[in-house]
């Protein structure tokens, strides 16, 4: 039988083209396990919206998915290297939006993750800003209940999503040039329930050329880790 993932116009990132994140968490999700334990997803071409892409299973392990004859992505097994700096407090996070980069300048405002023109609850409405005295950017979040599983926690693709925007925030800083995701290697835990209080933060790696490199994590308030990831950035 034919396997089929669709993106649906909800989840979109730049216009007209899928949420590299959450693109990734549901690919990830194809993986034995769920990709819960630890995924790299390598996005290979723009992902198109409301369309019945193929989902294969070559036998070297990984997870492709197609368009037609074109390959938009692979998954694979993976696990995170990565230091994890300690995270902003609440309140950091909350001073750290108010000064959010993309504020009323998005090059994508209707981005799922952090654009600041959907509608409220439409998106995870991630904006973070930079904290105060370190490279660290920042910002709150409370996940929303349309983002809830039958048992009332997050999904796991909308924790992918939620690590993805922040690292690009963190290395572009007040620079709006566009970039696209190109990989990412993350690692999340099931059971973060709805309206649970969060923050999430982000630092950047390196920058080699185009090539731009960050980290991203998100804690509760008591400081629990709930996900991480390393992403691999493109300037266009």
Not at 55 to 62: A, L, M
Not at 68 to 96: K, S
Not at 144 to 155: C, E, F, I, M, P
Request: glycine fraction near 14%.
């Amino acid at each position: 039988m034919e396997e089929h993932i669709r993106i649906d116009k909800r989840f979109c990132g730049p216009p007209g083209n899928g949420h590299g994140g959450y693109v990734s968490g549901v690919v990830a999700a194809k993986i034995g396990g769920g990709g819960i334990g630890g995924a790299e997803v390598t996005l290979r071409s723009p992902v198109p919206l409301d369309r019945a892409l193929s989902v294969e299973r070559p036998e070297d392990g990984r997870v492709t998915v197609h368009d037609g004859a074109t390959l938009i992505a692979e998954a694979t097994d993976a696990e995170l290297d990565l230091d994890i700096p300690e995270a902003p407090t609440l309140a950091q996070a909350e001073d750290a939006a108010r000064s959010y980069f993309g504020l009323g300048q998005h090059p994508y405002p209707d981005c799922f993750a952090c654009g600041d023109g959907r509608a409220p609850g439409s998106g995870l409405a991630i904006m973070s800003g930079p904290v105060d005295g370190s490279d660290v950017v920042a910002a709150p979040w409370l996940p929303h209940q349309s983002l809830a599983a039958t048992d009332g926690t997050v999904g796991p693709e909308y924790l992918w999503a939620a690590l993805d925007c922040p690292s690009a925030w963190a290395l572009l800083r007040g620079d709006h040039v566009p970039v696209l995701l190109g990989r990412i290697t993350a690692r999340v835990k099931e059971g973060l329930k709805t309206g649970a209080s969060c923050i999430v933060y982000a630092w950047p790696i390196a920058t080699d050329g185009r090539k731009l490199y960050g980290g991203s994590a998100i804690v509760s308030e008591s400081g629990e880790l709930w996900g991480a990831s390393r992403a691999t950035w493109f300037k266009v």
